[in-house]
């Protein structure tokens, strides 16, 4: 029989956030009150500085400084007065430097306080001990296993080691607690009294590796807890706190009958003391820390640990002037960032999600807080409040400030930070680490990229997708386009400024003339006719009655109408019927401009499995397009290089992103053109471009000059979005050519060379100068105030705010390439410096954690003091690895530029 099993309800919840598990989350403890949020006060970003690079520079300086220091330190413990080198400090050296005398004796007092006097051990056995302890944690073994006769060849250290039965009395011994008062009739110990040796041992552990490892008015400190995974209830026996954290684990027993044995389960619930403790970002030395013990506040545990970084006895002593404290979303709250502020150190880190915060997502807002929406473009709202001082110091600069941060990813970040260099208005530009630059650096291309001017070297970057904003691109212009040839003979509205735009442009004979070549459907009255013929009606259910899917789509295209939905909803479009789920699955087409331009700019995050096999499939159709132009055509592609963003020499608002850019050479002449990759994903599209190909030809030309009507065009591109982009691909490189490259998934189908006549090129170019003229002069004209865009406008902008964002980055990043004369290198990341500063100093504490954690000897049922001394003598242990880290790096970390 099998007793019912109880639901584990283990999920933790989720952590979804672009910085790591631990920068956002849902975090229902309420645990401060509105009125804290109050004092907050919402602030309007002061414009963008824009910095490259500059966590990185900001953390080198660091280690420089640091690091030297604290080589200079371990260098005089080793060799005295007389000095030494750092490659003469020999391993032992660093480990016997950091395992302090005045640490050993109090342990040594601790063992033997509870072994006879004729066990007491001697310092050396001591060391020996701790030689097991570490070929223990370097096997990852138990003493056990270790000792085993029938492992000695596999662990050869166990011949020489301490002999197991005194290793494991030495460690009895340090399980054991040391009585201040001995036990009598009168007289006993009191409940839950401290263990005065381990209290010593930690002060004299904080003490050596403050004094070693801390340097004032540089180091980046990593503040956090860490809850040491001990259930037995003797923890409280020695003083210390017992903490059950529920976002650690949970506990849960049940009982089953299993082949008549009644068997007991129990999952482990996050059970122990808590160890605070300070590690230094750049060094990664443990610098102090504390475990608490009960009745201890948070903030006196901090006060303490401050107080042994500056090597004083009382708070007012402390001064941590230059130091940045790094502190992850558990450890921030009201009390340690006005302690930190107050000692003169500043604050940098994720936050809560709590109400005492002035920015929430996800749930309603409370009193004095702003809900931030998670749908949007990229974005910051910040909020700061004046932090009080130490009496007497200057309190004027002294602000904390609040950052929730939009990744226009549909994701919230919540930061705070009382660093002056990361605050409101600070961005960072952070490149990627590797060198990704565009392929083919050959010098057959210099002649071309004199016609051009490179914004950034790759694409589907975070700078590419910033830079293209607030330009005429290949997507801007195909979306203008439809929308003056859907709205140019509508009633003149003369309170409509954007329908009057719309005339203006659509009466001009050189927009004319690029719809005719493009053979855009032009609307006539309520109704749309092509270029060069009669007026369309409305199509009837006989004209559609045999249309297959891809043929409904198609018409759909030719009419500028949306070509997705059933065959059903294609029917209703195209025949003008205004049914439910016409109206319900199509969308309101742009009415403005602004409409139109802001759409192209801010685009909402999309992907589709066919869209990431397109992209990836454009590096197989570049390497095998070579061959088939020598297969099919009487040109021959030399070479073929990519690039990034691209803009027109003297007019940079007009930009394009070819997929390649080719040498081409033909029996009589030499030429650049612009090649276009299209994968067909699916058999039906793919099956299209063989039959097109099976009409035309494989390799096919056209030739687009003022007397070209389209039909032809269209009938070798049916796309109008592929028509529309070769065309303006090719006008803004200042070239003539382009091809079409037609591929399925594995194979080259069909290419279609596009060749573009002056007349065409100026007519377009004309078309878009007037374009911007009348639609973007508050980009380009300093004097042009920003206009008044309604919410249905600005769309996936969301606000005017956003919008002003944008443009004041764009024209940041937009200068500094500018100034540099070529592009930056391709970015990572652009955000706010306080987040780019966090991403960099996080971490620290968890560090030393895992390390501790893992690569540690397998003990069974160690008691919870014995866990707790051998921490801190592995702590030691850390410290002198970290130190031979710091060693072997010296000279990159002093002589990297």
């Keep these: 029989m099998e007793m019912p099993i109880p639901h584990l309800a283990l999920d933790e919840g989720p ?156 460690l009895n011994a340090l399980g054991t607690k040391t009585g201040q008062i001995a036990t009598s009739e009168e007289f006993w110990n009191a409940p ?21 490892g801390f340097v004032s008015e540089v180091s980046i400190a990593s503040l956090d807890d860490d809850l040491l995974r001990l259930r037995s209830r003797s923890v409280e026996d020695i003083g210390l706190t017992r903490v059950r954290n529920p976002k650690k684990g949970y506990e849960m027993e049940y009982w089953m009958y299993d082949a008549m044995v009644l068997i007991r389960f129990l999952l482990l619930v996050r059970f122990g003391p808590v160890h605070h403790g300070v590690v230094s970002l750049v060094t990664g030395l443990y610098l102090s820390g504390h475990i608490a ?39 921030q709250s009201k009390a340690v960032n006005q302690h930190i502020i107050e000692c003169g150190g500043s604050v940098i880190g994720t936050h809560k999600r709590v109400q005492a915060f002035p920015f929430t997502y996800g749930k309603p807002a409370q009193k004095s807080q702003k809900l931030i929406n998670e749908v949007g473009s990229m974005s910051t709202n910040w909020a700061s409040y004046k932090c009080a001082g130490r009496a007497g110091s200057d309190t004027s600069s002294n602000h904390m400030h609040a950052l929730a941060f939009r990744s226009g990813l549909g994701k919230i970040v919540l930061c705070s930070t009382s660093d002056k260099e990361a605050g409101p208005g600070k961005w960072s530009y952070v490149p990627r680490n590797r060198n990704d630059k565009a392929n083919n650096d050959s010098d057959a291309f210099t002649a071309f990229e004199t016609r051009v001017k490179l914004l950034t070297e790759l694409q589907r970057t975070p700078d590419w997708f910033l830079m293209r904003q607030f330009r005429i691109t290949g997507l801007v212009a195909i979306k203008l386009l439809r929308s003056i040839a859907q709205q140019p003979c509508q009633p003149r509205d003369e309170g409509d400024g954007q329908v009057d735009i719309y005339h203006v442009l659509a009466g001009m004979s050189t927009v004319q003339l690029v719809l005719q070549i493009l053979d855009f459907p032009v609307a006539a009255g309520e109704e749309q006719r092509d270029n060069d013929g009669p007026v369309r009606r409305p199509l009837t259910s006989d004209d559609l009655l045999n249309k297959k899917g891809n043929e409904l789509k198609q018409m759909c295209h030719d009419r500028g109408l949306p070509a997705y939905g059933t065959i059903a909803v294609l029917k209703e479009r195209l025949m003008g019927q205004n049914t439910a789920s016409s109206r319900a699955k199509t969308p309101e087409q742009p009415k403005s401009v602004a409409a139109t331009l802001l759409q192209a700019w801010f685009l909402s995050p999309k992907s589709s499995t066919d869209m990431k096999i397109g992209t990836k499939n454009e590096d197989n159709i570049s390497t095998h397009v070579a061959a088939f132009f020598a297969a099919h055509s009487a040109l021959r592609v030399r070479q073929t290089k990519s690039y990034g963003l691209l803009a027109k020499s003297d007019q940079s608002y007009l930009a394009f992103s070819p997929d390649d850019v080719a040498d081409v050479v033909d029996n009589t002449e030499s030429f650049y053109a612009i090649l276009e990759y299209k994968t067909r994903t699916k058999s039906s599209t793919a099956a299209t471009e063989k039959a097109i190909s099976a009409k035309h030809g494989m390799f096919t030309s056209i030739r687009l000059d003022t007397g070209s009507n389209g039909k032809q065009f269209r009938r070798l591109v049916p796309d109008q979005a592929h028509r529309s982009q070769i065309l303006h691909n090719i006008i803004i490189a200042s070239l003539r050519n382009g091809f079409l490259v037609y591929a399925s998934k594995t194979t080259i189908l069909r290419v279609v060379h596009v060749i573009v006549s002056e007349d065409v090129a100026e007519a377009y170019l004309l078309a878009l100068s007037t374009i911007k003229d009348k639609c973007l002069s508050w980009i380009y004209s300093p004097d042009t105030p920003l206009p008044n865009f309604s919410a249905e406008e600005l769309g996936h902008c969301v606000d005017t705010a956003t919008l002003k964002q944008h443009l004041s980055l764009w024209r940041a990043l937009t200068t500094k390439v500018e100034t540099r004369g070529r592009p930056l290198p391709a970015a990572h990341q652009i955000v706010p410096t306080v987040i780019a500063k966090w991403n960099r100093v996080k971490g620290g504490i968890d560090v030393y954690s895992r390390y501790l954690k893992n690569v540690k000897a397998r003990h069974a049922h160690l008691a919870p003091l014995a866990v707790i001394w051998l921490r801190i003598l592995m702590t030691l242990a850390y410290n002198a690895y970290q130190t031979t880290q710091l060693l072997e790096v010296l000279f990159c970390i002093t002589n990297v530029r």
């Design 15 to 170: 952590y979804d956030d672009l910085l790591s598990d631990s920068d956002s989350g849902e975090e229902d403890q309420v645990d401060e009150t509105t009125e804290e949020a109050a004092r907050w006060k919402f602030i309007k970003p002061p414009d963008v500085q824009l910095n490259v690079d500059n966590t990185d520079a900001f953390l080198l300086s660091k280690a420089r400084l640091e690091t030297a220091r604290v080589m200079q330190r371990v260098l005089s413990r080793v060799f005295g007065a007389q000095g030494g080198h750092p490659s003469q400090v020999a391993t032992v050296d660093v480990l016997k430097l950091w395992l302090d005398q005045n640490v050993l004796n109090i342990v040594q007092q601790h063992i033997n306080a509870n072994l006879d006097a004729k066990d007491f051990i001697s310092v050396p056995e001591l060391f020996g001990f701790i030689e097991v302890e570490l070929w223990l944690s370097f096997y990852g073994i138990s003493p056990t296993t270790f000792y085993s006769k029938d492992y000695r060849g596999l662990y050869p250290p166990a011949k020489q080691a301490m002999r197991s039965r005194r290793y494991r009395s030495i």
């Design 293 to 331: 013990s009960r009745g201890e506040t948070l903030g006196e545990v901090l006060k303490l640990m401050m107080r042994s970084l500056c090597g004083v006895s009382t708070d007012s002593q402390i001064d941590l002037s230059g130091v940045l404290f790094a502190l992850d979303r558990g450890y």
């Design 192 to 212: 839950f009294e401290a263990d005065r040796s381990l209290s010593h041992a930690m002060d004299a552990l904080r003490r050596v590796c403050s004094e070693i």
